[in-house]
């Protein structure tokens, strides 16, 4: 009997519970919480529609209530009811207004209460119900008939302006073809600005390009292995896009204005492979394929490869060269470096001076190579 007792005690304090838990619930949604409530009536002449139990009252802006009840008025259909509970502490006065606003485009609608002077005295009730709010005249105005009102605004204005809007209207008409007809003159107009303030299109930079080496004086052996020369590295003040004139200084100049055809660092690769090539080392490449192993690789940095604008011109190139076995091995290094006499006239007195050093150098490069491998 104590057994069933108990579970009889557990029993109804469970209930209980839960019966307090659904208590404490109704009691927020309908007594206000934990603030005190104070209810409010409206009348709409129309329809409401979205209007829901639950809908939000706000009071400029900020949301002081919701809406408690919807009822259809016994007197007239066509009128339909709000009861709202608002917070005690909102300064409802005889003068508010309720209206109907949306929030966003896709929103549902909400009650707002506006308007009220502050010496206004409190609305209060009659009859022992909620005191009636006024009705902002815009209040059931829903959205299809705002979107109509303003395209009858919209309407109106145009009829106001439509002969001004004719004139406008003409005017870009003559505006446009005037400019059709004189789209040379505007053409030029425009060109001359550019060129005026430096927009326009420069001038095409002459290219200039190396030479592969012929004649190697001292070789005297072909290496038997396979030999790649991969793009050599940018070290130091080289300029890898332009040819670089260069001041005493180390500033650039502008006397020549020139280009390489490519990287100077690929087309000094390419005219390294050639140079190999024209003194008989045939099993030489640009670079190493992944599905092939070689016996040497030539690894270079470009160190200096430009032209000293100076009293005396001089064009001047210099890198470093290692020779690497396919185990890794350093097999030999070197420093190559030459220094030619220039003449700074145009882009062909660079070039050959240029080439002139290259030659020199580039061939003291594979006779060395050679040897080394």
């Given at each position: ?16 519970t ?5 208590a404490f619930?109704y009691?927020?949604?309908h ?17 409401v529609?979205?209007l ?57 609608p909400?009650?707002s209460l506006?308007?009220g ?7 209060v009730?009659t ?40 004139a406008?209207?003409?005017?870009i ?7 059709a ?14 060129r ?10 002459p ?84 599905s ?5 690789q ?19 190139i210099?890198?470093?060269?290692k020779i ?7 097999l ?8 030619v ?8 007195s ?17 006779v060395?190579?050679c040897?080394?491998?």
């Open positions: 009997m104590e057994i069933r007792a108990r579970y009889t005690l557990i029993g109804l304090f469970t209930l209980a839960v019966a307090a838990a659904f619930v009691w927020l949604n007594a206000g919480g934990l603030t005190q409530q104070t209810l409010y009536r409206a009348r709409f002449d129309n329809s529609s979205g829901l139990k639950g809908s939000a009252v706000l009071f400029n802006g900020i949301r002081v209530g919701e809406v408690v009840a919807l009822d259809l008025a016994a007197d007239d259909p066509k009128q339909v009811t709000a009861m709202m509970s608002v917070d005690n502490t909102t300064p409802v006065r005889s003068d508010t207004k309720v209206g109907i606003e949306f929030q966003g485009l896709t929103g549902s909400v009650l506006r308007g002077v502050a010496n206004s005295p409190p609305v009730s009859d022992n119900q909620p005191a009636m709010l006024a009705i902002d005249p815009d209040a059931t105005q829903n959205i299809t008939q705002s979107a109509r009102s303003l395209v009858r605004r919209i309407d109106d204005v145009i009829d106001e302006n439509r002969e001004p809007l004719k406008l209207i003409a005017n008409n003559t505006f446009s073809a005037a400019l007809k004189n789209s040379d003159k505007v053409d030029g107009i425009l060109a001359g600005l550019e005026m303030t430096g927009g326009g299109k420069k001038a095409n930079v290219i200039v390009d190396l030479l592969p080496v012929q004649k190697f004086p001292g070789l005297t052996k072909i290496p038997e292995g396979q030999l790649a020369v991969p793009e050599p590295d940018v070290v130091g003040s080289v300029f890898n896009d332009q040819v670089a004139v260069m001041t005493p200084s180390g500033n650039r100049s502008t006397a020549i204005d020139a280009k390489w055809p490519d990287t100077l660092s690929r087309v000094f690769q390419s005219r390294v492979v050639q140079s190999f090539e024209n003194a008989g080392y045939m099993k030489v490449m640009g670079h190493q394929p992944d092939l192993k070689v016996d040497y030539l690894m270079i940095d470009l160190r200096s490869f430009q032209i000293i604008a100076s009293d005396s011109p001089t064009a001047e210099s890198f470093s060269a690497v076995s396919d185990s890794g091995q350093i030999g290094a070197k420093l190559f470096s030459a220094s006499p220039a003449v700074i006239a145009d882009e062909a660079v070039a050959a001076a240029l080439n002139k050093a290259f030659d020199k150098v580039v061939g003291e490069l594979v060395w190579a040897t080394t491998a």
